[in-house]
């Protein structure tokens, strides 16, 4: 936003300096071609009356006196110390590039005071092109370089035809070596401008993005703790300030919320945990081995859907804290745990990586998924592989797999897979739920997949877990 905003004041000072620099050249062209005009109406006027009138030799001879100078040549007029050219023809050269509506005001001018010349030329030339203006400038050269004077580089020449075609007469006029002089004044005003503009407004945004920057730290650690210790004092402008006030606020009304859904969820567990307790020292008194066996993972079932809920609900929310543990030996002790009790589970390839990590709900959450793994797969394979970013865990199974449609709402609470899955034995639909929220928790993710053979045919599901090396 700030380099927009400089962009634009720079790109409209700039747009101004060249329109003053432009306004300025027009200003220096008209001045030179009044100038020009108005001596060659002078010497044109003299040159008529000359001709309409028979002077005396005596009055002509003063004449004559008067145009020479003191030096008895040609008297100079107020051009700039140029005579003015009496020439045959035009005064052009190869390279020379006429100005078509430089001649044109000319024309103009001339006509406004009621000189109708033949033809009108207006041309630009450098001077070490024209002799006439060069012999001049180098006269002057050692005048110019005491005064620390840059030399002017063009003269604009200004021809004229008389009326009857008589002739041409050529006025010089050297072009002002300001030009280049006003061209960096204006530049080095507008950089004066930009710089002062940029840093006003670097001190303002400043100022505005500071405290949005704290703010937006601050969001992203109260979604990783849930906990409003921390929070920053309100500064800034007033909207900002204001922004931080009402920020504070919604941190300790989502804290408070959540403590009391933390305290709720103990008192349902409490009050759930309780009568099944009661249930299962009441089952003992049943005769029948069937039934009290029935009854008894009846009870089980509940109480382990019933950790569940609660899990998913606390996982937001852990109470331990991130400890630096091998997670490849927290996954071969987690695999030994089935082994020892004859399921077919394997681990293959495993490498050592120590990771902050809460191991109490890692080793849930591979529970999870090895559960999963045997009851819809008949046999996992764990394998643990470190990547560029990343600590990936593959569970596999040999099941049917999950059709690809359904893949990615079998993570949602209380999903279940179709009929073909066996579903009449699984859980209450919340394990690879509480799995990904485990991955969530250590900032990672947890995805399935499909694995396929050769022919392309469903060999089984793999659910991959992935956990950030930072």
Do not use: C
Request: proline share 4%.
């Amino acid at each position: 936003m700030m380099l927009a905003v400089a962009v634009a004041l720079l790109a409209a000072q700039t747009i101004g300096a060249v329109l003053a620099y432009r306004a300025g050249a027009e200003r220096r062209e008209a001045a030179l071609l009044h100038s020009a005009a108005f001596r060659l109406l002078m010497t044109a006027r003299d040159d008529d009356q000359d001709r309409r009138e028979e002077r005396r030799p005596r009055e002509r001879d003063a004449d004559a006196r008067r145009e020479r100078g003191p030096d008895g040549g040609p008297r100079r007029d107020g051009g700039g110390g140029f005579r003015l050219e009496r020439r045959a023809a035009a005064p052009l050269q190869v390279g020379d590039k006429t100005d078509a509506e430089a001649a044109r005001e000319l024309r103009r001018i001339l006509a406004d005071q009621d000189f109708a010349a033949a033809d009108v030329v207006v041309l630009r030339r450098e001077i070490a092109r024209d002799e006439i203006t060069r012999r001049r400038i180098d006269r002057q050269q050692r005048m110019l370089a005491a005064q620390h004077e840059q030399s002017p580089t063009q003269v604009v020449l200004a021809a004229v035809q008389m009326p009857d075609r008589s002739g041409w007469v050529v006025a010089r006029a050297v072009v002002p070596p300001g030009e280049r002089a006003i061209v960096m004044s204006l530049l080095l005003q507008t950089l004066f401008i930009y710089i002062v503009l940029v840093g006003a407004i670097a001190l303002i945004l400043r100022r505005i993005t500071r405290p949005l920057a704290e703010l937006t730290e601050r969001l992203e650690r109260f979604a990783e703790t849930r906990s409003p210790e921390g929070q920053i004092a309100p500064q800034g402008p007033g909207d900002v300030r204001r922004l931080i006030v009402a920020h504070n606020a919604m941190e300790a009304r989502i804290a408070a919320l959540l403590d009391e859904k933390d305290v709720m969820l103990g008192a349902i567990g409490h009050d759930l945990k309780t009568p099944l307790a009661a249930l299962r020292v009441r089952i003992e008194s049943v005769e029948d081995d069937a039934e009290r066996a029935k009854m008894a993972a009846t009870i089980e079932d509940i109480t382990r859907s019933l950790d569940d809920i609660l899990s998913l609900a606390r996982v937001g929310r852990p109470s331990d804290p991130l400890e630096k543990s091998e997670i490849s030996a927290l996954v071969a002790s987690v695999v030994e745990e089935y082994e020892d009790m004859g399921e077919p589970v394997e681990l293959l390839d495993t490498q050592r990586v120590v990771l902050p990590l809460r191991a109490t709900w890692l080793r849930r959450g591979l529970r999870n998924l090895i559960d999963n793994a045997l009851r819809y797969g008949q046999r996992a394979r764990v394998s643990l592989v470190r990547e560029t970013r990343q600590v990936v865990i593959w569970i596999e199974d040999d099941g049917p797999g999950i059709a690809e449609a359904d893949l990615e709402r079998m993570l949602e609470p209380f999903s279940r897979g179709d009929p073909s899955r066996n579903s009449s034995t699984g859980g209450a639909g919340l394990g690879l739920t509480l799995a990904r929220a485990i991955a969530e928790q250590h900032g990672g993710a947890l995805t399935l997949a499909n694995r396929r053979g050769a022919d392309g045919q469903v060999m089984g599901l793999v659910a991959t877990l992935s956990l950030p090396l930072t």
